[in-house]
Structures are given as structure tokens and as C-alpha cells.
Nanobody, 128 residues
């Protein structure tokens, strides 16, 4: 059974940091790119980052570039999203998702339709 479980969300002040984790099971982890999306009420889910199966390629949406870092530990079947210099507009539910292949989808930005399995989400709130 394929599972993706996000953790690490919470309340943080502007300028602070959080590290989200996406723990996976039930599939050959190295064979799939993993992406991070976020969603606020009333808006579509937006792709913000993705990492290839090998970890050698990454992609970031412009609004998080330079502030967020994505990495993966293929020994622990886990992907991390390090979020620094957080802003109130980063407040959202964050989801990780498994792509259909080991490659980052050839889209800019990445789209939900290219991902085949999803976690349940973790809330990130940036507020003073």
C-alpha cells in the first residue's frame, strides 16, 4: 500500500523556519520524483518544489526560490522541505506527492495531474 505522510508543520513567526518531512512506503522510492504542493482555502493547489528520484535535479516555484530547499534521503524513503525566511503568504496546507516517474515533470509550474499519490497534508501557519 502506497503511503505518503507529511509532518513538521506548525505555527511560526515571520522570518522563521520549518522543516517538513514526507515519509513514504509501499513503492520503490528511488524510482519516483517527489513534489511539494500547497493550498489555501478557496484557491487551487499550487506546486512549489520537486526533486528527482536520484536527488540530482530540483525545481522551485519562483516565490519560494532562495528560501526553500528540497532534499531526499533514499535510505529512509523520506523527502524534506526546508523552509527558511517564512512569510505570512506561505501559510497553507502543504502536501507531498509522488510523480509518475523518476523525473521532475516537464511543466513549469508542476501540475497536480502529473502526480499519482498524495499525502494527507500538514498545516503551516506563519503569523506574529
Amino acid at each position: 500500500q502506497v503511503q505518503l505522510v507529511e509532518s513538521g508543520g506548525g505555527l511560526v513567526q515571520p522570518g522563521g523556519s520549518l522543516r517538513l518531512s514526507c515519509a513514504t512506503s509501499g513503492f520503490a522510492f528511488n524510482d519516483y520524483a517527489i513534489g511539494w504542493f500547497r493550498q489555501v482555502p478557496g484557491k487551487e493547489r499550487e506546486g512549489i518544489s520537486c526533486i528527482s528520484g536520484s536527488g540530482g535535479s530540483t525545481w522551485f516555484e519562483d516565490s519560494v526560490k532562495g528560501r526553500f530547499t528540497i532534499s531526499r534521503d533514499n535510505g529512509r524513503n523520506t523527502v524534506y522541505l526546508q523552509m527558511d525566511n517564512l512569510k505570512p503568504e506561505d501559510t497553507a496546507v502543504y502536501y507531498c506527492a509522488r510523480a509518475a516517474s523518476r523525473f521532475i515533470p516537464a511543466q513549469n509550474p508542476i501540475m497536480e495531474s502529473a502526480f499519482i499519490s498524495w499525502g494527507q497534508g500538514t498545516q503551516v501557519t506563519v503569523s506574529s
